[in-house]
């Protein structure tokens, strides 16, 4: 049984940083294909970096040198470190995990919300 449990969200003001992480259970990172996404109220969910078992890394436009994804294989965890927070950041963040060659993310953890005044 998989499950992907996010923690390190909170409320921050602009310019402020918080630290993401995402522990797996029943999961192998060094396996996996991984990403982080986010959805605003009214909005649709969006991919904001991902990461693959080699650790090559890409990022949306929108948070490109703001945000740094990153992975412990030993201790199974994913990680976004967001920096330079913004308002339009505000949304509930979710880690989601895949077969490296398909393309549909399989698994999902509940989220966690980050708020940005």
């Known amino acids: 049984h998989v499950q992907l449990v996010e923690s390190g969200g909170g409320a921050v003001q602009a310019g402020g940083s918080l630290r993401l992480s995402c522990a797996a259970f029943?999961?192998?990172?060094?396996?996996?294909?991984m990403g982080w996404f986010r959805q605003a109220p009214g909005k649709e969910r969006e991919g904001v970096a991902s990461i693959q078992p080699d650790g090559t890394t890409s990022y949306a436009d929108s948070v490109k040198g703001r945000f740094t994804i990153s992975k412990d294989n030993a201790k199974n965890t994913l990680y976004l470190q967001v920096n330079s927070l913004k308002p339009e950041d505000t949304a509930m963040y979710y880690c989601?995990?895949?077969?490296?060659?398909?393309?549909?993310?399989?698994?999902w953890g509940q989220g966690t919300q980050v708020t940005v005044s």
């Open positions: 029943g999961y192998t990172y060094g396996r996996y294909c």
């Open positions: 989601a995990g895949r077969r490296c060659g398909l393309s549909d993310f399989s698994s």
